[in-house]
Nanobody, 117 residues
Framework: QVQLVESGGGLVQAGGSLRLSCAAS????????MAWYRQAPGTQRELVAS???????NYADSVKGRFTISRDNAKNTVSLQMNSLKPEDTAVYLC???????????WGQGTQVTVSS
């Protein structure tokens, strides 16, 4: 079993920055795909950014140029640097990782990001 723990959420003013981190622990697992999703109240969960083993990244249009996803393959961690935050970025942010060994996707519990105007 793999456990994911997120950290770094909080309250920030519009225009500010936050850095989210997610660490995997538990069973040894080769992780291919890592990503951050977010979900605001009353909305569907949406992909924010993803990154695969070779470093290829993908971003939602709404965050391009403002957010940067990165990973440490040796430590099985993924981070999300969020700059120029906007009130519409307010949501619970969840990290997810996909294990190629058992073909399972794991999710963290989420961390709240609140951007005030």
């Amino acid at each position: 079993q793999v456990q994911l723990v997120e950290s770094g959420g909080g309250l920030v003013q519009a225009g500010g920055s936050l850095r989210l981190s997610c660490a995997a622990s538990g069973s040894v697992c080769r992780i291919n795909h890592m990503a951050w999703y977010r979900q605001a109240p009353g909305t569907q969960r949406e992909l924010v950014a993803s990154i695969i083993t070779d470093g290829t990244t993908n971003y939602a249009d709404s965050v391009k140029g403002r957010f940067t996803i990165s990973r440490d393959n040796a430590k099985n961690t993924v981070s999300l640097q969020m700059n120029s935050l906007k009130p519409e970025d307010t949501a619970v942010y969840l990290c997810t990782m996909f294990c190629t060994g058992n073909l399972r996707r794991y999710w963290g519990q989420g961390t709240q990001v609140t951007v005030s105007s």
